[in-house]
């Protein structure tokens, strides 16, 4: 949309884009966040940050797309942009240091099918020698006999096997839906 429009439609556009997320994000524990991206929930991240930065020349407005459309999933994975809060700003600088390279200890499991763990910040690197990044970007890779057994109604639980954070939820049956439609 043009900034104008964008302007006009912003409010309720954003209603429908919150209510869209309530079915596609998963709590692990406390402190994680996985929340799964589509083209929806990109296309809004792209519209608020061509407001925010008032882009609306074309070179602009692609440098934008080109950022964001690769987390949008292609049919045979499921990508989500982690979130690890802790709101105590002394404790997230000491628990980030301990959580280096939970980004690649985050899986998906289908039924009694491998787990399949993720792969994690394709755009760059975002952890440091000193400690992790509170975003990550990750993408679950999933095999032809998984997305058949999602379509039969398969149990997916999602987990986090990191030495200092463990956690696990199954999904609830909307969140599961709304995942396996990703895979059509």
């Known amino acids: ?11 309720s556009f954003r ?7 309530k079915n596609r994000t998963v709590q692990l524990g406390e ?5 799964f991206e589509d ?16 882009i609306f020349e074309d070179e602009g407005i692609q440098g934008e797309l080109d950022v964001y459309n690769p987390l949008i999933p292609d049919g045979g994975n499921w990508k989500a942009t982690m979130l ?16 280096k390279g939970i980004e690649r200890r985050v899986w998906v499991q289908i039924d009694d099918c491998e787990r399949v763990f993720a792969i994690a910040d394709e ?12 975003v990550h970007f990750l993408r679950f890779e999933l095999s032809a006999a998984m997305r058949e057994h999602l379509r039969r109604g398969a149990r997916v639980v999602v987990g ?8 696990s939820a199954e999904l609830q049956p909307a969140v599961r839906a709304a995942l396996a439609a990703d895979l059509n």
């Open 1 to 11: 949309m043009s900034l104008e429009t964008y302007a006009r439609e912003r409010a």
């Open 15 to 21: 209603a429908k884009v919150l209510e869209h997320k």
């Open 31 to 35: 402190h994680v966040t996985l929340q």
């Open 39 to 54: 083209e929806l929930t990109v296309r809004y991240q792209v519209q608020e940050m061509l407001r925010i930065e008032r």
């Open 84 to 99: 690890i809060e802790y709101p105590d700003p002394d404790e997230r600088r000491q628990m980030l240091g301990k959580l």
């Open 123 to 134: 755009d760059l690197e975002r952890e440091t020698e000193e400690k992790t990044s509170s």
């Open 160 to 167: 986090v096997d990191h030495p200092q954070y463990r956690a």
